[in-house]
């Protein structure tokens, strides 16, 4: 019994800190609630076929548009909140879960509109493995009173190719397979090569921002001082 109450103090202490009704409504994680619901219109928009104006492919233009909107939200949240002191607890939770829901959501399209291309399969199955393991590594680090301080260089420069080569798919991936269809030798040789080849260039940097960051845990792990500050004797005092 006291280990489920030291449980539940600990689980209410955790949501107090991060589920705060005054951050609830803060512009930037308005955004963050925003992109989560753009994620869900992206992939119904995608998914579903539709004509506009005689275009048969009025359903890739929206998406694609949407993808961008949802993507500029999570430039334009962090620098709201940088800039304009709205930075919250509440915030740093939902931004990298609406990030990542966006990346699943995309990389999910892709699977479901391209099958056959084992390429796009790969990727979607390194994003999942590479981000799985990251949510277990900042849990195990966060019980440890550590963490990664932010996010790295080659985190970023994954998500950033991920979104610019995904989009690229996404949008020009029909006319590609009407240039070159999928039921002539030719055309499936070459289709092949151009998608296959973008998407081994995102799983690369996929691979080495996830051996990057699990190298980052293993220093951090090894390492004799906590990465998050911890408040002294006197500062305790005086709280």
């Known amino acids: ?41 992206f992939l119904a928009v995608y998914l579903c076929d539709f004509t506009v104006a005689g275009n048969e492919n009025a359903n ?21 909140a940088r800039t304009f002191n709205m930075k919250s607890n509440l915030g740093k939770v939902l931004d990298p879960i609406a990030d990542k829901l966006l990346q699943l959501a995309i990389a999910l399209a892709l699977v479901i509109r391209f099958r056959g291309f084992y390429s796009l399969d790969l990727m979607f ?3 999942l493995c590479k981000e799985g393991t990251l949510m277990l590594q900042d849990i195990y680090l966060a019980k440890r009173n550590r963490s990664f301080d932010g996010a790295k260089w080659y985190g970023k420069l994954s998500s950033f190719l991920f979104y610019v080569i995904s989009g690229c798919i996404l949008f020009f991936g029909p006319s590609i397979l009407r240039l070159y269809p999928l039921d002539t030798e030719a055309g499936f040789h ?50």
């Open 125 to 127: 199955v390194v994003f």
């Open 60 to 80: 890739v233009y929206f998406a694609t548009a949407i993808m961008v909107i949802a993507s500029y939200t999570d430039f334009i949240d962090g620098y709201i």
């Open 190 to 239: 070459y289709s092949h090569i151009i998608i296959d080849s973008l998407c081994s260039f995102v799983v690369f940097f996929l691979l080495l921002a996830w051996i990057m960051y699990s190298l980052c845990v293993r220093k951090l792990l090894h390492s004799g001082t906590d990465i998050v500050p911890q408040k002294t004797k006197e500062e305790e005092k005086n709280d």
């Open 1 to 41: 019994m006291n280990n489920e109450n030291k449980d539940n103090k600990h689980f209410k202490s955790v949501f107090k800190e991060y589920f705060r009704k005054e951050e609830a409504f803060l512009l930037p994680n308005i955004l963050c609630y925003f992109r989560i619901v753009l994620v869900f219109v």
